[in-house]
C-alpha cells in the first residue's frame, strides 16, 4: 500500500513538473470544446490500444493504462507493470526468495526494460498520429511505473520508464516510415 501511495506522490511531482515546463512560456488560448471532445476520444482510443497490445506481451499488468491531458505539455498516458512476477507466496509456501530466483528476476526485468522501450516506441510511431488533436507543438509521453517487492535486487533498476515525443514529429509522415532504430533516435527516453 505504501509502495502505490508513494508511486501516486512521485507520478503526480512528475506530471507538475511537465506542466510547470509550459508555464513558463506564453499563455496559449485553451483547446475548443470541440477539439477537447475529439481529444477524449482519442485519448480513450489510445488506452484502449495499449490495454489491448500490452495483454499480449509477457508484462503483467497491474493498473490499465490511463492518458491524462495537461494544457501546456500534451497528453500522457500512465500504467504500472510487473515485468517479472515472482512466485506467489502463500501459506502453502513461505520459502523466502532464494538468490537464484532473485538474480532470475533482476535479469528478466533488464531484458524486459528494453523490450518495453521497444514496444512503446513502435507503439507510437504506428498509433501517434491518431492522436491528431493534440497540436502540434504539444508533446505525447508514456509512463511506465514498474512494480518491484521490497526483497527484489532493484539496484540499478529504474522506478519508471518514460517515452517522449512531440506530436508534430508523430504527425510527420516521414517520421512514421523511418526503420525503428531510426525513429528511436528521435523519441526522449527517461529512466527514473
Known sequence: MRRNRVSGMLLGAWLCALASLGWGQ????P???????????????????????LQTNPFVMLQDAKGIYLPHFGVVFHMELNLAPL????????????EQELRQARD????????????????????????????????VAV???????????TDGLPMQIVIEASRG????????KASEEEFRKKVTFFDF
Open 143 to 153: 509512463v511506465v511505473h514498474l512494480f518491484n517487492l521490497s526483497s527484489e535486487r
Open 108 to 139: 528478466t526485468k533488464l531484458e524486459r526494460i528494453r523490450q518495453i522501450k521497444d514496444y512503446l516506441s513502435n507503439l507510437l510511431r504506428d498509433h501517434g498520429a491518431e492522436l491528431n488533436a493534440v497540436p502540434p507543438d504539444q508533446n
Open 87 to 98: 512466485r506467489t507466496l502463500s501459506a502453502f509456501d513461505v520459502r523466502p526468495y532464494t
Open 169 to 176: 514529429m508523430l504527425a510527420d509522415p516521414q517520421a512514421r
Open 26 to 29: 506564453s499563455a496559449a488560448a
Open 31 to 53: 483547446l475548443p470544446a470541440t477539439q477537447l471532445t475529439a481529444l477524449r476520444g482519442q485519448v480513450q482510443e489510445f488506452q484502449n490500444t495499449l490495454n489491448r497490445d
